[in-house]
């Protein structure tokens, strides 16, 4: 099956610790995005990448780090710089070669910080 | 730049009656839409998408929404909705003369009642 996975589910998170969340897409699609959501917030783009080997910053870089090696994954770090880590994290993934930007969404990942 | 507005942040709606979700956007050019469906603790599915062409728009599980450019416009709606309709909903642009990055809405959440 064709999809986006997106591990783990739930992911707990001392203060002061990095954690890195995993995206990994089948699809073949050369986007892939990081959004951040928080309760009547909305989605929130903090990182995307349109190709192998580059990424850009969204509205919400600071804090996170992330890095894209492969066509197919796309990890992202949430790093101790970042104030207020927990929030739901959604990956999305979608093609370049059309001028609409329809994606596709993995099941997302609920950080805690303890 | 776009931006996107939900009228609405909940919606409680009884089963099998109507139900409308209303979204205004803001563009300087044209814009590609689509409404999206989060049930809770899980990613977004697309449930519609309007590019081009009928200015109505069917979607899965029965919705629908119609685009009025006159009043910058894409409403989201259903005839009779059941316990399952229970999500949250996400209204989202993106530019036609470029690729472009999706702008959400804060979303709607549709609480369905017997």
């Known amino acids: 099956d064709g999809g986006i996975t997106q591990s783990p589910k739930y992911l707990f998170r001392k203060e002061g610790q990095n954690v890195t969340l995993s995206c990994e897409q089948n699809?073949?699609?050369?986007?892939m995005y990081w959004y951040r959501q928080d309760p009547g917030q909305g989605l929130r783009l903090i990182y995307y990448s349109q190709i192998v080997n580059d990424f850009q910053k969204g509205d919400i870089a600071e804090g996170y780090s992330v890095s894209r090696e492969k066509k197919e994954s796309f990890p992202l770090t949430v790093t101790s710089a970042q104030k207020n880590p927990t929030a739901f994290y959604l990956c999305a993934s979608g093609l370049t070669g059309s001028s609409y930007n329809e994606q596709f969404f993995g099941p997302g990942t609920r950080l805690t910080v303890l | 730049a776009q931006s996107v507005t939900q009228l609405d942040s909940q919606v409680p709606v009884f089963e099998e009656a109507p139900v409308e979700l209303r979204c205004n956007y803001s563009s300087s050019v044209s814009v590609y839409l689509f409404w999206y469906v989060q049930y809770p603790n899980q990613g977004l599915q697309l449930l519609l998408k309007y590019l081009s062409g009928s200015t109505l728009v069917k979607g899965i599980n029965g919705f629908e929404a119609e685009f009025n450019k006159s009043q910058t416009s894409f409403h989201l709606r259903k005839p009779s909705v059941h316990i399952s309709d229970t999500a949250e909903y996400f209204c989202a642009v993106s530019p036609t003369d470029s690729w472009g990055k999706l702008q959400f809405g804060a979303g709607t959440q549709v609480v369905v009642t017997p």
């Open positions: 699809l073949n699609h050369d986007a």
